[in-house]
């Protein structure tokens, strides 16, 4: 009785395992575009910003940082460059780099999607304002593209992955049933 | 209003560390009587005042990081002044820049590219220093009249200014009242504003437009702000001298500052000359930094003529 119960539990383990590796998968790629698109509204209140206001970068950072959540990639690059940018002598490419790094395990943005902001950074105040905003232009441009095919890749993996994790953990529990 | 020490937390934060560890070293009364720190590539820390030459010689690096700092990493925000030539601290104190000129296509600079000099100026609060200067300014409390300082730079002319402001907004003797003053503080150096609060004591009855060009400043105040007395820092060029001769004949008073070493200095400066035919300036007041910055050496008349007894009587 108590091993047949045990067979149970060891199933539902083994089912429960292999879904929520399906699914964790599946996030990413769900979260992917949405990040993106949160990043794009942060650079384009940078460009405000900077454009309009002509706010220096560790200020317009932190205000930024704001209107997102704690837990959002988002927030913790700006909030986080935002206050390295408050040690002298600190300069901003230096800055965005370090915050990027460490942003990482807030976000499911892809290794490209990356380096195409590190790229980004290298710019990033050391122009006057009209150059300041070309730049963010083209790194808004560039994201944009990043975000469809992120759209395309979810629609098409999301799915899969799923199921794929579900499928799997149903053909393991027969196979060691 | 606290006291602003001769090293505040904005200067020393500035500085890379060997260099402020380094000035750490001085003694007090070296640091008591410095008025400018200089840094440029491939010399020594040059503390003017004391003419003093710290033991550390600035190399390209020292000088990105003060940059980095004073700019807080973002160019753009300082575009407009960098084009001037110097950038204002919070607190008041302006940091002057020397480097390779990048000229604009119709003429004018563009930029400043292989920065080599800093000249990282402390701005001072000496309440009291304009107790003369108010007395002039109210000839002995009849009538009031404009007033313009001229001096060489670093004669104290700002300094002067900046009390001036403080005595006429409060109201302190030799005035009666408090006065309506409107400070426009074209590099925010005479009231240092940060965040929109002054740094400095400028007078109860003090509006300070801050960053504001001279001869739109002088339009905005007198539209809005109904003034008794406009202050304004360096007036130079004929339009400034256009807008102060409309000012005077507004009914407002006004005190302003000009460089110039001495009266022939100033008069060959072509908006001044013109300001001074017109007899709308009631008193010239040539500042000294001799034998302390802040020094009255001589006081003239509307028409140029030097004003012997101006010590005690008007």
């Given at each position: 009785m108590a091993l047949v119960f045990l067979k149970w539990v060891g199933a539902g383990a083994l089912f429960v395992g292999t879904a929520g590796f399906g699914f964790d998968f599946a996030k990413k790629y769900r979260k992917r575009p949405l990040e993106l698109r949160e990043i794009m509204t942060a650079l384009r209140m940078l460009r405000a910003d900077i454009a309009y206001?002509?706010?220096?970068?560790?200020?317009?950072?932190?205000?930024?940082?704001?209107?997102?959540?704690?837990?959002?990639?988002?927030?913790?690059?700006?909030?986080?460059?935002?206050e390295l940018l408050t040690t002298s002598g600190t300069e901003a490419e230096d800055a965005f780099a370090v915050a990027l790094?460490?942003?990482?395990?807030?976000?499911?943005?892809?290794?490209?999607?990356?380096?195409?902001?590190?790229?980004?950074?290298?710019?990033?105040g050391n122009t006057n304002a009209v150059l300041q905003e070309s730049s963010i232009n083209a790194i808004l441009a560039e994201l944009a593209?990043?975000?469809?095919?992120?759209?395309?890749?979810?629609?098409r993996f999301e799915k899969v992955y799923r199921t794929t994790g579900v499928l799997i953990g149903v053909l393991m529990v027969v196979m060691l049933w | 209003m606290q006291k602003i020490s001769l090293f505040p937390k904005e200067i020393m934060q500035l500085l890379p560390e060997d260099v402020?560890?380094?000035?750490?070293?001085?003694?007090?009364?070296?640091?008591?009587?410095?008025?400018?720190?200089?840094?440029?590539?491939?010399?020594?820390?040059?503390?003017?005042?004391p003419d003093l030459f710290l033991p550390i010689t600035i190399e390209p690096y020292h000088l990105r990081f003060v940059l980095t700092t004073l700019t807080k990493s973002s160019l753009y925000a300082v575009d407009t002044e960098l084009k001037n030539g110097?950038?204002?601290?919070?607190?008041?104190?302006?940091?002057?820049?020397?480097?390779?000129?990048?000229?604009?296509?119709?003429?004018?600079?563009?930029?400043?590219?292989?920065?080599?000099?800093?000249?990282?100026?402390?701005?001072?609060?000496?309440q009291g220093s304009a107790k003369t200067l108010a007395f002039i300014i109210s000839k002995g409390n009849r009538q009031m009249g404009s007033a313009m300082l001229f001096g060489p730079p670093a004669s104290g002319k700002t300094t002067l200014l900046r009390d001036l402001a403080r005595i006429l907004g409060n109201g302190e003797p030799p005035l009666q009242r408090p006065m309506r003053v409107v400070l426009i503080d074209e590099r925010s150096e005479i009231a240092g504003t940060a965040n929109g609060v002054p740094q400095f004591d400028v007078g109860m009855a003090t509006d300070v437009l801050d960053g504001c060009p001279k001869a739109i400043g002088m339009t905005l105040a007198l539209r809005s702000l109904s003034p008794e007395v406009i202050i304004a820092d360096e007036l130079g060029?004929?339009?400034?001298?256009?807008?102060?001769?409309?000012?005077?004949?507004?009914g407002v008073i006004l005190v302003g500052t000009a460089h110039a070493g001495n009266v022939q200095e100033l008069l060959a400066r072509s908006g001044m000359h013109h300001l001074?035919?017109?007899?709308?300036?009631?008193?010239?007041?040539?500042?000294?930094?001799?034998?302390?910055?802040?020094?009255?050496?001589?006081?003239?008349?509307?028409?140029?003529?030097e004003v012997k007894s101006w010590h005690w009587s008007f």
């Open positions: 206001h002509r706010l220096p970068l560790p200020e317009s950072f932190f205000k930024i940082s704001g209107y997102f959540s704690d837990q959002s990639g988002t927030h913790q690059l700006f909030a986080k460059t935002a790094g460490q942003a990482g395990e807030f976000w499911s943005l892809s290794a490209e999607d990356v380096s195409a902001l590190r790229q980004f950074s290298r710019t990033i593209d990043r975000e469809k095919e992120a759209v395309t890749e979810r629609d | 402020s560890r380094s000035v750490m070293t001085c003694q007090d009364f070296e640091l008591d009587r410095t008025t400018e720190i200089r840094l440029r590539i491939g010399r020594r820390v040059h503390l003017v005042g110097y950038i204002t601290l919070s607190g008041g104190h302006r940091v002057g820049i020397a480097g390779k000129v990048i000229l604009h296509q119709d003429g004018g600079v563009q930029t400043l590219r292989d920065i080599s000099s800093l000249n990282i100026r402390l701005a001072k609060e000496v060029g004929p339009q400034d001298a256009l807008a102060v001769a409309d000012l005077a004949k507004a001074s035919e017109s007899s709308l300036i009631a008193r010239w007041v040539e500042v000294s930094a001799l034998p302390r910055p802040g020094t009255i050496a001589r006081v003239y008349d509307s028409q140029l003529r």
